[in-house]
């Protein structure tokens, strides 16, 4: 299984980014699927997560600014980050569950003025 994990980059706070991720060697489309992040000298902590039904789930730093998505033909999963903050800075990975957890290479996310 391999995740590839694309986008993300330099933003001005207030700005939007999106990160995609595609899963490959997943032979079903029911699994989970999410972002985390980890910010420097910080723990890794789930950003937003999606099972294959749609529910999704977010942390509460940033509920009402970022979506995730999915497209469960393409196993895809997206993250749509607006009204980005300072603190959103960090390295995302992309995250799947199929019968073991599996992690992407992880996406620098810059936001700085």
């Known amino acids: 299984v391999q995740l590839q994990a694309s986008g993300g980059g330099l933003v001005q706070p207030g700005g939007s980014l999106r990160v995609s991720c595609v899963a490959s060697?997943?032979?079903?489309?029911?699994?989970?699927m999410g972002w985390y992040r980890q910010a420097p000298g910080k723990q890794r902590e789930l950003v937003a997560g999606?099972?294959?039904?749609?529910?999704?789930s977010y942390a509460d730093s940033v509920k009402g600014r970022f979506i995730i998505s999915r497209d469960n033909a393409k196993k895809s999963v997206d993250l749509q980050m607006d009204s980005l903050k300072l603190e959103d800075t960090a390295v995302y990975y992309c995250?799947?569950?199929?019968?073991?957890?599996?992690w992407g290479q992880g996406t620098l996310v810059t936001v700085s003025s």
């Open positions: 999606i099972a294959s039904s749609g529910t999704t």
């Open positions: 995250y799947a569950n199929w019968l073991h957890g599996y």
């Open positions: 060697g997943i032979t079903s489309s029911r699994f989970f």
